[in-house]
């Protein structure tokens, strides 16, 4: 945040730290999956939407990213293919041990490796807002000598 506004950014745009705070509505197993990833544990893939889209590695995208399976269709036909198992998928990963939370995945950056804790929004806010103090006043210690 501090280096976005420091080359002239007017603000921050985030959106994977979020889907790990106790008010995100992402589904348990993909939230647990959140936790315990590492940023090693994301993909660029077309799987979900038919464009390019950074997720998380799950047996879904294993599976689509095969040298024997079909390359996935252009949006919007993706989509339109995958919607049907994409609901029994989310349905059925609710169920601990049906093999569904193998499969479910969602959207997120490389920050998941550092999305390790459960915590509130507010939480996620105010360490934002404290590291970005951090930052500026380290920064503005290389001024002191
Ligand atoms: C769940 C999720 C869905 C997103 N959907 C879109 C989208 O439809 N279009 C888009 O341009 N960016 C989308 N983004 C990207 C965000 O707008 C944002 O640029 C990005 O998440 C910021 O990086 P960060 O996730 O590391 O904070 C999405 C991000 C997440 C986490």
């Not at 994977?16 to 936790?35: C, G, Q, R, Y």
């Not at 919007?76 to 569904?100: D, E, N």
Request: glycine share 6%.
């Amino acid at each position: 945040m501090a280096a976005a506004l420091a080359l002239g950014a007017q603000g921050v745009w985030c959106g994977s730290v979020w889907l790990t705070t106790d008010e995100a509505e992402t589904h348990p197993a993909v939230k647990d999956k959140f936790l315990t990833a590492t940023s090693a544990d994301t993909i660029r893939s077309r799987s979900l939407t038919g464009k390019p889209a950074r997720m998380l590695k799950s047996a879904w995208t294993e599976e689509w990213a095969r040298e024997d399976t079909p390359e996935p269709l252009p949006m919007p036909l993706q989509p339109i293919l995958t919607a049907a198992a994409q609901r029994r998928i989310t349905r059925s990963a609710h169920q601990a041990g049906s093999g569904a939370e193998k499969l479910a995945n969602y959207f997120v950056g490389q920050i998941v490796g550092n999305m390790n804790q459960r915590k509130s929004a507010n939480a996620v806010v105010f360490e934002m807002i404290e590291e970005f103090i951090e930052a500026v006043n380290a920064l503005q210690g290389q001024l002191d000598y």
